[in-house]
Nanobody
Framework: QVQLVESGGGLVQPGGSLRLSCAGS????????MGWYRQAPGKERELVAT?????????GDSMKGRFTVSREKVNAKNMVYLQIHNLEPEDTAVYYC???????????WGQGTQVTVSS
């Protein structure tokens, strides 16, 4: 059962913008924190940004400024977005949606969406 579905990735030119979306299904109970991680080829997965239900945000090192995370509930689905401005080739990675459930005390992951920044 797919519980987190990402969309919005693709090929973007340097300097461009992108908005990633992630829809969380109702099967993940009591979500406390949702956000984004990314993994570039040959590198470890790293934090981009997360937001708690209370609105507290946490950005990875060097992620502040060009990345903005936001959340909302749409038709009872938990949504999380990542707005990225002024994309750089170094932003090329698979971006993963993440949700932490208080009820299960564990993280859930989406399948990832590829973002490629190239001219």
């Amino acid at each position: 059962q797919v519980q987190l579905v990402e969309s919005g990735g693709g090929l973007v030119q340097p300097g461009g913008s992108l908005r990633l979306s992630c829809a969380g299904s109702g099967s993940i109970p009591n979500i406390h924190r949702m956000g984004w991680y990314r993994q570039a080829p040959g590198k470890e997965r790293e934090l981009v940004a997360t937001m708690t239900t209370g609105g507290n945000t946490n950005y990875g090192d060097s992620m502040k400024g060009r990345f903005t995370v936001s959340r909302e509930k749409v038709n009872a689905k938990n949504m999380v977005y990542l707005q990225i401005h002024n994309l750089e080739p170094e932003d090329t990675a698979v971006y993963y949606c993440n949700a932490y459930s208080f009820s299960y005390d564990r993280d859930f992951w989406g399948q990832g969406t590829q973002v490629t920044v190239s001219s």
